[in-house]
């Protein structure tokens, strides 16, 4: 038999909080500073987070579509790409392990980019 026991208020979900050991998930923070990394125009097409887990590490996998527009959003998009992989960020209760480009789609007005990145829980 299963059984759920919902011992959370709603505000709970809304304000991002973490639900009993769980800390809040760490993605709209990274989405505060992808945007300024982006220095201009920049709107979040998708964001999604989820869940993962290792042997030793619970951490979430985190996939954004981040739309860069602007008349200089070629180089925007090439300086926010730079380095991406050795940049600082601030993640309450979260360190990033990992974060790539993994598609740059330029059109006439802008460039999409599709990045993924892995944050894991800082004990």
């Given at each position: ?113 599709e990045l993924s ?7």
């Amino acid at each position: 038999m299963t059984s759920a026991v919902h011992a959370f208020e709603a505000t709970n979900l809304i304000r991002n909080k973490g639900i009993g050991k769980e800390r809040a998930d760490p993605l709209p923070r990274l989405l505060d500073q992808l945007i300024a990394r982006a220095n201009g125009p920049a709107t979040v097409k998708q964001a999604s987070s989820r869940p993962w887990a290792s042997a030793l590490f619970d951490g979430r996998r985190h996939l954004v579509r981040l739309r860069i527009d602007g008349p200089d959003f070629g180089g925007r998009a090439d300086a926010f790409t730079q380095g991406i992989g050795e940049a600082e960020w601030s993640l309450s209760g979260h360190f990033m392990a990992d974060i790539s480009v993994d598609r740059h789609q330029p059109d006439g007005d802008g460039v999409t980019l599709e990045l993924s990145a892995l944050t894991i829980q800082d004990w």
